[in-house]
């Protein structure tokens, strides 16, 4: 059981460059997100999947889309790379355990460079 | 817009002292809030979590108390340990039909040997 997984761990990119970040879960959890975590800043949500084939935008979604390929694989795009999109992106998975938790499970995090 | 801001960025404890951290929240209609524990180079791992109708919740060497009048969240660690040097996040669900966190910016804990 890895629990969330995230390809790759490390990436460097020049602007206007394209890259899909992967992330996976083994837990069977219906709801999976993104978030970037900057410099001294807590996480910010990009974008949230309550179910396989729904997504939606969370607090920062400019400048990246998302397929929720199957229950499993939840994948991040960039279009064109920017240096304002150097951070360290977490996936994460949860599942609403009745009404008593939401808690989420993070992966590793890739740390993305963009020059 | 509504936000989750901590007091204090730092935060430096003896080795076997009990430490506090807090946590203030500006929506006063929040559900829900976690406490989640970040390690160096590692993603945020949960440590215990509370919901509005409730002001305090217990854990293993840890406490969440919750103060609805002033909006105020705090966790405590009873006798740290080495092993408890992170950053410390708490975040709030503003709904509890709505799974979307927001976190705060973050405490860092150093424990001294």
């Known amino acids: 059981n890895a629990g969330v997984t995230q390809t790759p761990k490390f990436q460097v990119l020049k602007t206007g460059q394209s890259m899909t970040l992967q992330c996976a879960q083994d837990?069977?959890?219906?709801?999976m997100y993104w978030y970037r975590q900057d410099p001294g800043m807590g996480l910010r949500l990009i974008y949230y999947?309550?179910?396989?084939?729904?997504?939606d935008k969370g607090e920062v979604p400019n400048g990246y889309n998302v397929s929720r390929l199957n229950k499993r694989e939840f994948s991040l795009r960039l279009e064109s790379a920017a240096p304002s999109q150097t951070s360290v992106y977490f996936c994460?998975?949860?599942?609403?355990?009745?009404?008593?938790?939401?808690?989420?499970?993070f992966g590793p995090g890739t740390r993305l460079t963009v020059t | 817009g509504e936000s989750v801001g901590l007091h204090l960025p730092t935060l430096s404890v003896q080795e076997g002292d009990n430490s506090i951290i807090n946590c203030a929240y500006s929506?006063?209609?929040?559900?829900?809030f976690i406490w989640y524990k970040q390690e160096s180079g590692k993603g945020p791992q949960f440590i215990i979590d509370?919901?509005?109708?409730?002001d305090k919740r217990q854990g293993q060497r840890v406490t969440v108390l919750l103060n609805k009048t002033v909006k105020h969240l705090s966790l405590q660690i009873a006798a740290t340990q080495p092993g408890d040097s992170a950053v410390y996040f708490c975040?709030?669900?503003?709904?509890?039909?709505?799974?979307?966190?927001?976190f705060g910016t973050g405490t860092r804990l150093t424990i001294i040997p």
């Open positions: 929506n006063s209609a929040s559900d829900y």
């Open positions: 994460a998975s949860s599942e609403r355990q009745g009404v008593a938790s939401y808690e989420q499970y």
């Open positions: 975040a709030e669900i503003p709904n509890f039909g709505n799974e979307k966190l927001t």
């Open positions: 837990m069977n959890h219906n709801s």
């Open positions: 999947s309550a179910s396989e084939g729904t997504t």
């Open positions: 509370i919901r509005s109708n409730m």
